[in-house]
């Protein structure tokens, strides 16, 4: 008998890099900084997302601001992307932020993954 691999099923049991990124909207700076201290960050955190790395892009191309934070299975990030505290906490930001996009990458045990 032959079984085919589920795609995906192989990164259940491995950690992932949840990779943010964004520019903050004009004159919304200082007030970004005080939400990703006192609140972005902890929550993230409260929700099972361990921030690992903010990048910030002072020249150049590319987006202003990229966050990598890593969960510990699919499962889990599956399950906090579907939660009401992450919807909350997703939507609060997107009032700072504009051209946010995200996506889910294995954890290689290196920075700067793209």
Do not use: C
Request: proline fraction near 4%; aromatic fraction near 8%.
């Amino acid at each position: 008998m032959h079984s085919k691999s589920i795609p995906g099923k192989e990164k259940i049991g491995r950690m992932l890099k949840l990779l943010m990124q964004w520019d903050i909207k004009s004159g919304r700076e200082q007030d970004f900084s005080e939400f990703v201290v006192r609140e972005f960050a902890p929550r993230l955190m409260q929700l099972g997302i361990e921030p690992s790395e903010v990048l910030y892009t002072m020249y150049g191309e590319g987006p202003q601001m990229l966050t990598m934070g890593v969960v510990d299975n699919q499962e889990k990030l599956e399950e906090i992307l579907r939660s009401g505290g992450w919807k909350k906490l997703h939507t609060k930001l997107l009032g700072y932020v504009t051209n946010y996009s995200q996506k889910v990458v294995v954890d290689n045990g290196r920075d700067f993954q793209r």
